[in-house]
């Protein structure tokens, strides 16, 4: 008989995302009139296409697929072409951050990455989390039986969870700008979060899937501009927001070279190694048309067209911000994040609030209580819609809430 990992049991219910698709459901049935001019802003997937030259790249790499010459099969390595690898470290380079090119492995995501490199650590790791979270973290920790301790964000610290100096942690993960709250953690704030790593031996895991969001100047685009980064962190970036790529699939992790955990016999191990190994058994890379499609990203032309689109969400989120300026509705996000973190009005509960927003003005958002116990009481609206149906909701609200 096959033994299950049970740790599977403890996972809490995928309940968020199936209990929304439940409640529009229900609406919708009863009331098929009113559900014609539902506006769905809860959703963390981009809208706009890709940009010309990354499909023209990755048309052209398709071609070249065609002939004996040019044909490519299983890379080398597996941890991305030279090409794409280099792109991304002139890339960290535009922001200040040294990262070579070999520190860098292509992947074909954040979300893979994110869980998967846990293979790489021991059993009875103590995993500090910060709630609310987007769900990987402690899903994939969940699934392979570890600890997982909360770092509470909330209103008080401006959903930016700093570290307790008397708890210990042995991993930690850090989103910045953060999903679900668009919060941001500045130079100083991060560097407490290194030097706090440091000093108790832990690993920092940094997801930067939001870094092109940012548009202040005293908010890191990556963890590596921090002095000392480079000995406890780990970056796990992703072109999905970035540029649309969330059906395309690529992304890259960085593990610098410095990054470096004693094995039980006291010996150094280089954590690039071991994930090196995990990678070489169990990934093969990423096709190399679509490696093709990320290079062309990172060119000037893919830099401007890419940021077009980012520059699109930025309106939508500066309207949502602006409602809830208006409106007196406190939030964090916006600014250097495609999520606009609401607090409910008048105290109500997040769901309540869902049910207010779906069944009065047609408006879906995501109930801040799916991730995590801090989310309570708030609510996370997305900026990757349209700016017609950000601005129609955002009337639609105003309506409601100003009387
Ligand atoms: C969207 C998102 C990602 C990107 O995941 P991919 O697998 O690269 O699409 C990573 N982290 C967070 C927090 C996200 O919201």
Known sequence: MAKLNENFFKLKKNYLFI???????????????EAKRLIRMGIGDVTRPLAPVVVEAIKKAADEMQYRETFRGYEDSGAGYDFLRKAVSDYY????????????RISDGAKSDCGNIIDIFGSG?????????????????????????????????????????????????????????????????LREWVNY???????????AAYEAFITEDNVPRSIYVIEGAKKCAIEICSLSKTAGFT???????????????KDSA???????????????????????????????????????????????YQENARVIAQTCDELGIKYTGGVNSPYIWLKCPNGMGSWDFFDMLLTKIQVVGTPGAGFG???DGWFRLTAFGTHEATKEAMERLKDLLKK
Not at 158 to 185: E, H, Q, W
Not at 197 to 207: P, R
Not at 275 to 298: M, T
Request: with cysteine; net charge negative.
């Open 373 to 375: 116990k801090n989310g």
């Open 247 to 261: 059906g395309t699939r690529c992304g890259y992790t960085v593990i610098p070279d410095e990054l470096v955990q």
């Open 93 to 104: 380079k535009s922001f200040g951050a040294e990262v070579s090119a070999d520190e860098i």
């Open 125 to 189: 790791n103590t995993v500090l989390v910060t709630d609310p979270a987007y769900p990987v973290y402690v899903d994939s920790n969940v699934m392979s039986g570890n600890e997982v301790i909360f770092a509470d964000s909330t209103e008080e610290n401006g959903f930016a969870a700093m570290p307790d100096k008397s708890v210990r942690a042995d991993l930690i993960y850090l989103c910045s700008p953060n999903n679900p709250t668009g919060s941001v953690y500045t130079t100083e704030q």
């Open 266 to 312: 006291g010996n150094d191990v280089k954590l690039a190694d071991l994930w090196g190994r995990r990678q070489g058994s169990k990934f093969n890379g990423v096709s190399y048309p679509i490696q093709r499609g990320a290079e062309a990203v990172f060119t000037q032309e893919g830099q401007k067209q890419c940021r077009e689109n980012i520059s699109y």
């Open 197 to 207: 790593a440091l000093e108790n031996n832990a690993v920092i895991i940094y997801d």
């Open 19 to 33: 209990e929304i698709a439940k409640r529009i459901r229900e609406y919708s049935d009863s009331h098929p009139q």
